[in-house]
């Protein structure tokens, strides 16, 4: 308990010194959606119009996120901060924060979409909170593979998914990874549905990942990614889910014994800027940022792919043990999950109609 309160004031300082750098400086700007790693402008998502002269100005965009500076993600932001001060002959310097420095995700996107936080890397399910058709790319075994995914994200749908977001203070620069999502548990081997009834996992907080785990008589709840090790370490959790990059960095091998290799569902995590930051922004610089936010998100994506094989490979090595169950049980058994989501939206069938079409 005096950990999270720690860490909640420690936030809202960080919070308060931003908003104490933006009127001394000016320089603290919002977000902008731009839709798809193609590098498109989102029509669902748009800015006031920009300034359309440069006076040399200095800028200093703060970027938060949640995983750990081992991490991928971390990894490609710093190469996207490098470039962008390269790119603008010093002029903007984007300072990265990791491991939930300023608050979990739920409160760091708060902060965006006040204007008191200039961008942070937003998990999907809190991001289907201001797109309401975010929430379908949750659904379980949505997508076939990688090649799938970009097909979807980097196209029409892509743009689509974005509705909402501006009216929210928000921008999506584009869309970068988070991987396809696996299970990991420190209690048995997982090789049908039946393997997972009464353990109970960590989730990200979202409603229909949470509904994926009931599906299989497993229990789930929503819990701070930056405190999940030590929750894994003292038993409160049985196990968590994730794609195999964020497994490794975390060294979760250590305190969970099976992996489950299903693929179950697949997360974006998206770069998304404060429109009370975007907007004060000159129009060469927003140029530049945004098509670095495409080329390092496509980087995020390829290490992830490139990365997973020697990242098992250490697992194992390690004592994990790593399990490729058939994913068909799995599938089947998942359906309601489907049914209930269909039940609720009636956008919903149509929009998964049209992803499955691009398999």
């Excluded at 990242?311 to 994990?320: N, P, T």
Aim: charged share 20%; proline share 3%; with cysteine.
């Amino acid at each position: 308990m005096k950990t999270k309160i720690t860490k909640r004031l420690a936030a809202l300082g960080l919070a308060m010194l931003m908003v104490l750098g933006m009127a001394a400086c000016g320089n603290n700007s919002s977000s902008a959606n731009t839709g798809a790693s193609t590098g498109s402008t989102s029509t669902a998502n748009t800015s006031t119009a920009p300034a359309n002269t440069n006076d040399g100005q200095k800028y200093t965009i703060r970027i938060g996120h949640s995983d750990t500076t081992a991490n991928l993600i971390h990894i490609s932001l710093e190469h996207f901060a490098e470039a962008v001060k390269e790119r603008t002959n010093g002029q903007v310097e984007v300072q990265i924060f990791a491991s939930e420095q300023l608050g979990s995700n739920a409160e760091m996107v708060e902060m965006v979409e006040m204007g008191s936080l200039d961008a942070m890397m937003l998990p999907s399910g809190q991001q289907a909170n201001y797109c309401p058709k975010f929430k379908a790319l949750s659904l379980p075994f949505l997508f076939a593979d990688y090649e799938h995914v970009y097909k979807v994200l980097d196209g029409e749908i892509g743009e689509e998914l974005l509705e909402g977001l501006s009216d929210h203070n928000m921008i999506q620069l584009a869309y970068w990874e988070n991987g396809l999502r696996q299970f990991t548990n420190n209690k048995r081997e997982i090789n049908t549905p039946a393997d997972m009834q009464g353990l109970k996992f960590r989730t990200p907080e979202d409603a229909l990942t949470v509904a994926i785990f009931a599906a299989y008589g497993a229990s789930a709840s929503p819990f701070a990614f930056s405190e999940l090790y030590l929750a894994l370490q003292q038993g409160t959790f049985d196990g968590q889910e994730n794609p195999v990059a964020n497994i490794y960095a975390n060294n979760f091998q250590n305190v969970q014994k099976y992996l489950t290799m299903v693929n179950y569902q697949y997360q974006p995590k998206d770069m998304i800027f404060s429109l009370t930051t975007w907007n004060k922004l000159p129009a060469d610089i927003q140029d530049i940022l945004k098509e670095a936010a495409v080329e390092f998100g496509n980087e995020h994506r390829q290490a992830i792919q490139d990365n997973e094989a020697a990242q098992l490979a250490e697992l194992e090595a390690a004592g994990m043990q790593v399990g490729y169950p058939d994913t068909q049980p799995f599938i089947d058994q998942a359906q309601s999950v489907y049914e209930d989501f269909y039940a609720q939206y009636d956008w919903a069938e149509d929009l998964v109609a049209r992803i499955n079409e691009l398999k």
